[in-house]
């Protein structure tokens, strides 16, 4: 790699003011901060109520996660006009975390289906997939040698769908280290298109990385979307890809108007870093206070509260009693003097502990890669099933009448 030749960015903020002593820069910073500052606001009352709430640890843990998005992306922008020549830094912790994002909604997805792991695969196990969608059901055509551009098993459906969301954690945390070891001995070259420098090589594996991930979360979103319409997943995904898409967006736009031959060059007035990094960045945390306020409908706290929780189970618990014990499984334990609690300790800290641990993403990566590339079919728990459905005559030798195309369906087998 070739060392950077010049540094667009390594220059002072050097503009007239605009009024008394104000500058250009100084009201981009400014702008900047008051977004931030009331985004944060309504991103902490949320999350505080989730926390102090705790009532479903493993979807609130990952629902947190998606929530401290809008903190993380805009005291990060904010910061990167200030200390603008340190933005690569900051962007690639900022980008990093967006990948965290993805996977926990992901996983949230998954476990409105069954909390277990091992649940939800034998229920997929039972699902026959919808067809992929484009350009998927094209290169399946092409290599897979299928008309039909449909998969036929279910499980390896979704261990593939898994591991091509999940990888994208695996190449944005590669992606944040190269960047920040190539910036520190002056080879990344941010500003820079050139294929003698490291930025070019790390955006196209992180774009067709960020691709591949989309196009199989959108994928997996087909396939849910009816079982959990009641949970909203749709304004929840578009919460998170406009995000990723604006991002994206707005950073080849500001790019190419700021290059040497671009619409937007600095004047008397207005700075380079102002133009490259002041404007962009405070865009950023005006959509991030935008996003805050989608967030309170997409991720709400209601279903959560503890009052809201008890009162569910009372009613559950009532109306069963009078079917009899034997239909009442985890029910059966609930009574008005033991009530449903907060799991989140005081303050919520137990919830954000739990939170920034993403241990259980790391092993879920994990999970994925064995399920795909190591389990073996017949040693599969999650296969199971199949053995008892090949026990029945009515199923032997074929196994399209065991499977079945309705989620819903499927959840109640499983």
């Not at 954690?169 to 190539?182: D, E, H, R, S, Y």
């Not at 929780?309 to 009442?328: D, F, H, I, W």
């Not at 728990?381 to 008892?388: M, P």
């Amino acid at each position: 790699m070739a060392t950077c030749t010049e540094h667009p960015l390594d220059v002072p903020v050097d503009e007239e003011p605009l009024v008394g002593d104000i500058t250009v820069n100084d009201l981009v910073l400014y702008f900047a901060i008051a977004c931030t500052v009331l985004a944060c606001l309504s991103s902490f009352a949320q999350i505080l109520r989730h926390a102090t709430n705790y009532t479903a640890p493993k979807h609130q843990k990952q629902i947190i996660r998606i929530l401290f998005m809008v903190p993380v992306y805009s005291i990060s922008c904010t910061c990167s006009i200030r200390w603008y020549t340190e933005h690569v830094y900051i962007a690639a912790g900022y980008e990093f975390y967006e990948s965290l994002v993805i996977a926990a909604f992901y996983i949230l997805m998954c476990q409105n289906i069954r909390s277990e792991w091992d649940e939800v695969r034998k229920v997929f196990n039972l699902l026959t997939p919808r067809k992929w969608i484009m350009p998927l059901r094209l290169f399946h055509m092409c290599f897979r040698r299928s008309r039909k551009g449909q998969p036929s098993d279910g499980l390896k459906w979704f261990n593939i769908v898994t591991v091509a969301v999940l990888q994208f954690v695996v190449v944005k945390f590669f992606g944040a280290l190269a960047k920040c070891i190539t910036e520190a001995i002056d080879v990344y070259c941010a500003e820079s298109n050139s294929t003698q420098h490291a930025s070019i090589w790390i955006q196209i594996v992180e774009l067709v990385s960020l691709a591949i991930a989309m196009i199989f979360l959108l994928q997996f979103y087909e396939q849910i979307k009816v079982a959990l319409k009641e949970q909203n997943p749709l304004l929840k995904l578009l919460a998170i890809k406009l995000v990723v898409f604006l991002f994206y967006l707005q950073s080849f736009i500001f790019a190419r108007l700021t290059a040497s031959d671009g619409a937007l060059q600095p004047t008397d007035r207005i700075s380079y870093p102002s133009l490259a990094a002041g404007l962009p960045n405070a865009i950023l945390c005006f959509e991030m206070l935008v996003v805050s306020i989608i967030h309170i409908w997409a991720y709400p706290t209601k279903p959560y509260l503890v009052k809201n929780v008890n009162a569910r189970m009372k009613q559950t618990s009532y109306l069963l009693s009078e079917l009899g014990p034997r239909t009442r499984p985890g029910f059966e334990h609930y009574t008005e003097s033991s009530p449903v609690v907060s799991q989140g300790g005081r303050f919520g800290v137990l919830a954000f502990r739990d939170a920034l641990n993403v241990t259980d993403i790391v092993r879920t990566i994990g999970l994925a890669v064995y399920w795909l590339f190591v389990a073996k079919r017949k040693n599969d728990s999650a296969r199971y099933d199949d053995e008892f459905a090949r026990r029945d005559p009515a199923n032997r030798g074929e196994m399209t009448r065991f499977r079945t195309t309705d989620l819903v369906e499927a959840m109640g087998r499983a």
